[in-house]
């Protein structure tokens, strides 16, 4: 996992010439709308990153830990506060979505570690494709589960945020798009910077460059593990919430195809790369609107799709990963 | 019942076992034979027959050999090869969409249906191929993902070319097989029946000789370590995209014979449910172990087109409110779940596990000895 | 597809037997329905409870079968829809039975993995032929379990009445044909909704003609209803004269609809119509299209998968997901609405608990279908293959007239509704309190859509 600002330069200059071009191409509304996308992607496409750099393991339940985020966002919102329609007090507002956004990381934090000790753990030395396995079995759980807690119809998300519109170079955009991208950078901020300035975040990095040397060194490798899982579910769950104050609705098989497309950003910006992967959410959301842009919605499925698959042929290290031999 | 005594004398049991390894394929068969013949009339006999008439077992099992024989083909990629194919489903489409182009009303051709079984395979085998040939370089994991997305798109692509395909419509009044002059009919199911046990036991025999190939070991020489397989000379390329091939085809012969079964295809129908049902019968009846698999597969799909149902239809005749409001139906996937991840961390190698496989895949179960055993954990 | 909701407003009650059973489930109310008795189709049971059942009725009892996706995704589709078919059960069955004989049901659930399937509605309908007992099967609910399902039914002889399937080719020729290869001239198959063709047009009249419309933007759901309802729209909306700005096509998976409204609202339709149902995404359409500048007070025209007529606050449905989007939403329901029977919601309430589902009373009508032709038939059957025939020969009569929650029904020679009605709706959100609800427009009557060529 290569997450110091060392190094950086590279990443972020690909990440500004790609805006650049998706601006170009899309017109400020659309690219708002990209964004906006995007930044749910990048969100949970870091938790695959993040699991996969120090285990090894496609976390393929990821996809469902990101739509429990989005129940228990809605859960906390209703059942807690009571909440239905738009808060217009703006101190109230930040207040409310500061500490809903903190419990649902937390609490689906733990269900990452949780699902990890449970289902994972105990297969770290059986054949690559256990996990995998059990990794389908956690998300069928998962999503059966809410349907079960919440019945399978669409259920409603407060919408707490007002409707409201500013204007900016001719476009009127909501500031629950603003929102949703700035609080996505601030958490990818404030993840490279434990990840690369912290101790937990230095026996991440050791643990995913050579698990037993970091064991040698006195790293506590289940902790580590544990803690990665914690921190890709809550960013998962984060993103959840933030899904279902922009879709305002949410249903329980919503986990599976975002959280395909964010693997498929993840693979897109190098796996293992946490820069890549918010950058792979943007593209990835770039090349879905611009499928609609064309007029070809029905197809923007097989586009992302067939992206990951070329990718993952012609440059299996990603955009931004470093040629990993073996790895690929 | 999952192992078979090795101590005393060589019994009759012994003779038999060695016996019938000597002669497999004529084994295999006779064993078609006598299921064939025994089936109809097990389920003649209470409770069977109180669950629903014979015709309708009889039905259903065609239905089921069209999973068995899923499944059978995902063994050769999953159980033998050790590729992880997520997106299996796709060449189940295709073989499905191949008979529905040959033989329906919509496109005003009608091949027969015996050579479209052949066509139906080779179809799948080569796309399979197309598929496998860039993406079998990637490790196991990235493959599951390649797949994974090549079974979404292959329905989305006869959901949307909608001119060929009619979309989301789906083509309907498909043909049904004649043999002879003799016409399947939807009200007998024997026919179908008999042509799938015959498909079956063919496709077993064949199988049970690629494994015990040059072919079938180079496959579980892949599994256990790629590398070393890779120095001992075996080209794993070609032996991976023949796995792939294989199993895509046969995929194609199941989606053929299924289409001609229920004479209509639509995209909805190959979602990646489909995909993962049919793993999910490869790992819980054994990885690797052709006959274990098959038996998963019956066992899970009698479980789930028949024993759920019959579940939901006793709990409702008891008129127990809280359990009549239960939809055991509705809860599979819960189950499916849990029994994968269960079979994971208990019985890996399945239950009707191949010896082979078995040891591969406890062989590392020492070194997590501080962990202590995932049972009660798993609260079940 | 049809709305229960409708027989709250209705002004006629036809139930004869609500009026001789009295029983708990019944309302006082339906003793208006006493009126009706002059119905050319003998309605069942009533007072002839302790009459001996003839031969047919082997053990007492026989069934109508259910086949609906139960499970799932699809529970808020089948479920609702299976209850209206046991609350004719009840009622018949407090009534005496027809002739005596009581009725039983029997459910099968074409959802697999929460998802309906066409191989298990198959399944299901050889299980339904099957049971000797079964004298008539109501559903499917979707049109390409229809297709799979046909075949079956028509080479057994065992009426299916759908109370949901709207796509033309299940039905009509050339493609309906093929579905009828086993007996073409004995149909097994009747629908009591209104085609594609008739619901996709009457919403394009609307939007041009009534709320004078020019330029519209059509998003559909890639289903076989939203696909349908939306060619169809298109065709006719384009006859008219007006312009079709842009067609979408976003699979239920989408997530985001905001991209499609965006680049939709850039070429300033008047109007938007959203080709497909709630559940498969549509309501989350009508939420995020009204956020995009451009399109906030515009006329939003769905079909009755959008005009599910189910007020703010139940679960579900397009007015509590949409919210304050739901304002200025037209809908198109496929029947007629004043003609309809105003027992069937409370009673159906009085039973299960809650407010009717979308196809419940189009399942009830489908049940008082077969037990009106059972009722016909028993004079003739000797034993159950013999009811099973008759209910099968007198449900596709075109000759027969019957009457129902729906009004007065009769099938043509494909089994399609021969005197379609389409009741317009539209949303008012001052009413259920505030969280809004439809309230009626007008209705207007087709001829039999297969009547010419």
């Known amino acids: 996992?290569?997450?110091?600002?060392?190094?950086?330069?590279?990443?972020?200059?690909?990440?500004?010439?790609?805006?650049?071009?998706?601006?170009?191409?899309?017109?400020?509304?659309?690219?708002?709308?990209?964004?906006?996308?995007?930044?749910?992607?990048?969100?949970?496409?870091?938790?695959?990153?993040?699991?996969?750099?120090?285990?090894?393991?496609?976390?393929?339940?990821?996809?469902?830990?990101?739509?429990?985020?989005?129940?228990?966002?809605?859960?906390?919102?209703?059942?807690?506060?009571?909440?239905?329609?738009?808060?217009?007090?703006?101190?109230?507002?930040?207040?409310?979505?500061?500490?809903?956004?903190?419990?649902?990381?937390?609490?689906?934090?733990?269900?990452?570690?949780?699902?990890?000790?449970?289902?994972?753990?105990?297969l770290r030395h059986a054949p690559r494709l256990a996990p995998l396995i059990t990794a389908i079995g956690v998300s069928f759980i998962l999503q059966n589960i809410i349907a079960s807690l919440f019945g399978p119809s669409p259920v409603n998300f407060p919408q707490i945020v007002p409707p409201d519109k500013f204007v900016i170079l001719g476009s009127r955009i909501a500031y629950l798009n603003l929102f949703i991208v700035i609080m996505a950078v601030v958490l990818m901020i404030v993840l490279q910077l434990f990840v690369g300035?912290?101790?937990?975040?230095?026996?991440?990095?050791?643990?995913?460059?050579?698990?037993?040397?970091?064991?040698?060194?006195?790293?506590?490798?289940?902790?580590?593990?544990?803690?990665?899982f914690f921190i890709a579910a809550a960013l998962a769950g984060a993103g959840g919430m933030v899904q279902g104050l922009y879709a305002g609705s949410i249903k329980f098989d919503l986990g599976f195809f975002v959280g395909l497309k964010a693997f498929?950003?993840?693979?897109?910006?190098?796996?293992?790369?946490?820069?890549?992967?918010?950058?792979?959410?943007?593209?990835?959301?770039?090349?879905?609107?611009?499928?609609?842009?064309?007029?070809?919605?029905?197809?923007?499925?097989v586009a992302v799709f067939t992206v990951l698959i070329l990718v993952l042929v012609f440059r299996p290290s990603g955009l931004l990963g470093q040629q990993l031999g073996e790895r690929a | 019942m999952t192992t078979i005594s090795k101590s005393g004398a060589p019994s009759a049991w012994a003779r038999f076992r060695s016996m019938s390894r000597n002669h497999r394929s004529i084994t295999i068969l006779v064993g078609w034979a006598l299921i064939a013949g025994l089936l109809p009339q097990i389920v003649r006999i209470p409770p069977m027959s109180t669950f629903q008439p014979e015709s309708l077992w009889i039905d259903g099992f065609a239905d089921a050999g069209v999973f068995i024989l899923l499944a059978m083909g995902l063994n050769v990629v999953v159980g033998l090869?050790?590729?992880?194919?997520?997106?299996?489903?796709?060449?189940?489409?295709?073989?499905?969409?191949?008979?529905?182009?040959?033989?329906?009303?919509?496109?005003?051709?009608?091949i027969p249906f015996w050579p479209m079984l052949i066509v139906g395979a080779v179809i799948a085998a080569t796309l399979g191929l197309l598929l496998g040939a860039p993406t079998l370089r990637l490790r196991g994991d990235y493959l599951a993902i390649v797949t994974l997305g090549f079974g979404e798109i292959v329905p989305a692509v006869f959901l949307n070319a909608s001119d060929l395909t009619k979309g989301t419509n789906g083509i309907g009044g498909i043909y049904k097989p004649q043999l002879f002059g003799f016409n399947f009919t939807l009200e007998n199911p024997v026919p179908y029946y008999v042509t799938m046990v015959a498909i079956l036991a063919?496709?077993?025999?064949?199988?049970?000789?690629?494994?015990?190939?040059?072919?079938?070991?180079?496959?579980?020489?892949?599994?256990?370590?790629?590398?070393?397989?890779?120095?001992?000379?075996?080209?794993?390329?070609?032996?991976?995209?023949?796995?792939?091939?294989?199993?895509?085809?046969?995929?194609?012969?199941?989606?053929?014979?299924?289409?001609?079964?229920?004479?209509?295809?639509?995209?909805?129908?190959?979602?990646?449910?489909?995909?993962?049902?049919?793993?999910?019968?490869?790992?819980?009846?054994?990885?690797?172990?052709?006959?274990?698999?098959a038996t998963g597969a019956f066992v899970i799909y009698t479980i789930q087109a028949v024993l759920l149902k019959e579940l939901n239809q006793f709990f409702q005749a008891l008129h127990v409110p809280i359990?009549?409001?239960?939809?055991?139906?509705?809860?599979?996937?819960?189950?499916?779940?849990?029994?994968?991840?269960?079979?994971?961390?208990?019985?890996?190698?399945?239950?009707?596990?191949?010896?082979?496989?078995?040891?591969?895949?406890?062989?590392?179960?020492?070194?997590?000895?501080?962990?202590?055993?995932?049972?009660?954990?798993?609260?079940? | 597809m049809k709305y229960g909701k409708l027989g709250a407003l209705g002004a006629v009650a036809v139930l004869v037997l609500s009026a001789c059973s009295g029983s708990a489930t019944t309302p006082p109310a339906a003793s208006t329905g006493a009126g009706a008795s002059s119905a050319p189709v003998a309605t069942p049971g009533g007072?002839?409870?302790?009459?001996?059942?003839g031969a047919w009725c082997v053990g007492g009892t026989v069934k109508i079968g259910t086949e609906l996706p139960m499970s799932g995704g699809e529970t808020a589709n089948g479920v609702p829809t299976a209850n209206g078919v046991k609350l004719l059960i009840s009622q018949v069955n407090a009534a005496g039975g027809v002739l005596g004989c009581k009725l039983d049901i029997n459910v099968q659930d074409d959802a697999l993995n929460g998802v309906h399937d066409p191989q298990t509605g198959a399944k299901n309908m050889q299980t339904l032929v099957a049971d000797a007992s079964v004298i008539g099967v109501v559903g499917p609910f979707n049109s390409g379990v229809a297709k799979a399902e046909i075949p079956i039914s028509n080479g057994a002889g065992l009426l299916m009445?759908?109370?949901?399937?709207?796509?033309?080719?299940?039905?009509?020729?050339?493609?309906?044909?093929?579905?009828?290869?086993?007996?073409?001239?004995?149909?097994?198959?009747?629908?009591?909704?209104?085609?594609?063709?008739?619901?996709?047009?009457?919403?394009?009249?609307?939007?041009?003609?009534?709320?004078?419309?020019?330029?519209?933007?059509?998003?559909?759901?890639?289903?076989?209803?939203?696909?349908?309802?939306?060619?169809?729209?298109?065709?006719?909306?384009?006859?008219?004269?007006?312009?079709?700005?842009?067609?979408?096509?976003?699979?239920?998976?989408?997530?985001?609809?905001?991209?499609?409204?965006?680049?939709?609202?850039?070429?300033?339709?008047?109007?938007?119509?959203?080709?497909?149902?709630?559940?498969?995404?549509?309501?989350?359409?009508?939420?995020?299209?009204?956020?995009?500048?451009?399109?906030?007070?515009?006329?939003?025209?769905?079909?009755?998968?959008?005009?599910?007529?189910?007020?703010?606050?139940?679960?579900?449905?397009?007015?509590?997901?949409?919210?304050?989007?739901?304002?200025?939403?037209?809908?198109?329901?496929?029947?007629?609405?004043?003609?309809?029977?105003?027992?069937?919601?409370?009673?159906?309430?009085?039973?299960?608990?809650?407010?009717?589902?979308?196809?419940?009373?189009?399942?009830?009508?489908?049940?008082?279908?077969?037990?009106?032709?059972?009722?016909?038939?028993?004079?003739?059957?000797?034993?159950?293959?013999?009811?099973?025939?008759?209910?099968?020969?007198?449900?596709?009569?075109?000759?027969?007239?019957?009457?129902?929650?729906?009004?007065?029904?009769?099938?043509?020679?494909?089994?399609?509704?021969?005197?379609?009605?389409?009741?317009?709706?539209?949303?008012?959100?001052?009413l259920a309190g505030g969280k809004g609800d439809w309230t009626f427009v007008k209705q207007e009557s087709f001829t039999d859509p297969n009547a010419t060529p």
């Open chain 1, 1 to 122: 996992m290569r997450s110091d600002f060392r190094g950086i330069a590279r990443p972020l200059g690909i990440g500004a010439i790609a805006l650049v071009v998706e601006y170009l191409l899309l017109g400020t509304q659309q690219f708002a709308n990209a964004l906006t996308l995007g930044a749910i992607y990048a969100l949970i496409a870091l938790g695959y990153t993040m699991v996969y750099g120090i285990v090894e393991l496609i976390n393929f339940a990821h996809g469902d830990v990101f739509m429990v985020g989005s129940f228990l966002a809605m859960w906390i919102m209703t059942t807690i506060f009571g909440l239905t329609g738009p808060v217009t007090n703006l101190l109230n507002l930040v207040a409310l979505l500061a500490i809903v956004m903190l419990a649902t990381m937390i609490g689906m934090g733990f269900l990452g570690m949780f699902i990890e000790r449970v289902a994972y753990r105990p």
């Open chain 3, 47 to 53: 007072s002839v409870g302790a009459v001996t059942p």
């Open chain 3, 161 to 430: 009445c759908s109370p949901a399937n709207t796509n033309n080719g299940v039905t009509q020729p050339p493609e309906g044909d093929t579905y009828r290869t086993a007996h073409p001239d004995k149909i097994s198959y009747i629908r009591t909704a209104s085609p594609d063709s008739i619901q996709g047009p009457s919403a394009a009249d609307y939007l041009y003609k009534d709320l004078g419309k020019t330029s519209v933007y059509v998003i559909d759901d890639t289903e076989t209803f939203g696909v349908g309802v939306g060619d169809s729209f298109v065709a006719e909306f384009k006859k008219l004269g007006g312009t079709v700005v842009k067609r979408d096509s976003a699979p239920k998976s989408t997530t985001d609809y905001t991209p499609l409204f965006t680049a939709a609202a850039a070429l300033n339709p008047q109007g938007v119509y959203l080709a497909g149902t709630t559940p498969t995404g549509m309501g989350l359409a009508l939420k995020q299209g009204r956020t995009v500048a451009g399109l906030e007070t515009i006329p939003f025209v769905g079909p009755d998968g959008v005009a599910d007529l189910g007020p703010g606050g139940t679960q579900g449905a397009t007015i509590t997901i949409a919210g304050a989007a739901a304002a200025n939403v037209y809908g198109t329901v496929g029947s007629a609405h004043d003609l309809t029977d105003n027992t069937f919601v409370p009673a159906y309430t009085a039973m299960f608990g809650g407010a009717p589902g979308a196809y419940s009373s189009a399942a009830y009508a489908c049940a008082q279908i077969i037990v009106a032709s059972l009722t016909k038939a028993a004079a003739t059957a000797t034993d159950l293959a013999s009811a099973r025939e008759g209910v099968r020969a007198n449900a596709v009569n075109s000759a027969n007239t019957f009457t129902t929650a729906l009004g007065s029904l009769a099938f043509d020679k494909y089994g399609d509704n021969v005197h379609p009605f389409i009741s317009f709706y539209k949303t008012d959100m001052t």
């Open chain 1, 197 to 228: 300035r912290t101790r937990l975040g230095r026996a991440m990095r050791s643990t995913a460059q050579d698990r037993e040397a970091a064991e040698l060194m006195g790293v506590d490798i289940n902790q580590t593990i544990a803690i990665t």
């Open chain 2, 202 to 293: 063919v496709t077993m025999v064949l199988l049970y000789r690629l494994q015990d190939s040059r072919l079938g070991r180079a496959w579980m020489a892949i599994r256990e370590d790629e590398l070393a397989a890779a120095s001992s000379g075996i080209n794993t390329i070609t032996t991976k995209l023949l796995a792939f091939a294989l199993g895509a085809s046969t995929a194609g012969l199941a989606g053929v014979f299924a289409t001609s079964k229920l004479t209509f295809v639509g995209p909805g129908q190959f979602g990646f449910q489909v995909s993962f049902t049919v793993l999910a019968m490869v790992v819980l009846g054994g990885m690797g172990n052709i006959w274990g698999v």
């Open chain 2, 81 to 110: 090869a050790g590729l992880l194919d997520l997106g299996y489903a796709a060449f189940f489409a295709i073989g499905s969409y191949v008979y529905a182009f040959g033989a329906s009303p919509f496109t005003g051709v009608q």
């Open chain 2, 323 to 380: 359990l009549q409001s239960i939809d055991f139906v509705q809860y599979q996937y819960l189950l499916y779940g849990i029994a994968l991840v269960g079979m994971m961390l208990l019985r890996p190698e399945g239950l009707f596990p191949s010896s082979r496989r078995r040891e591969e895949l406890h062989v590392n179960s020492e070194d997590v000895g501080d962990i202590p055993p995932p049972t009660e954990a798993l609260g079940q």
């Open chain 1, 264 to 301: 498929t950003a993840a693979v897109l910006g190098g796996i293992g790369n946490t820069t890549g992967a918010a950058i792979g959410g943007f593209v990835i959301a770039f090349v879905e609107v611009y499928a609609t842009v064309l007029g070809y919605t029905q197809w923007s499925e």
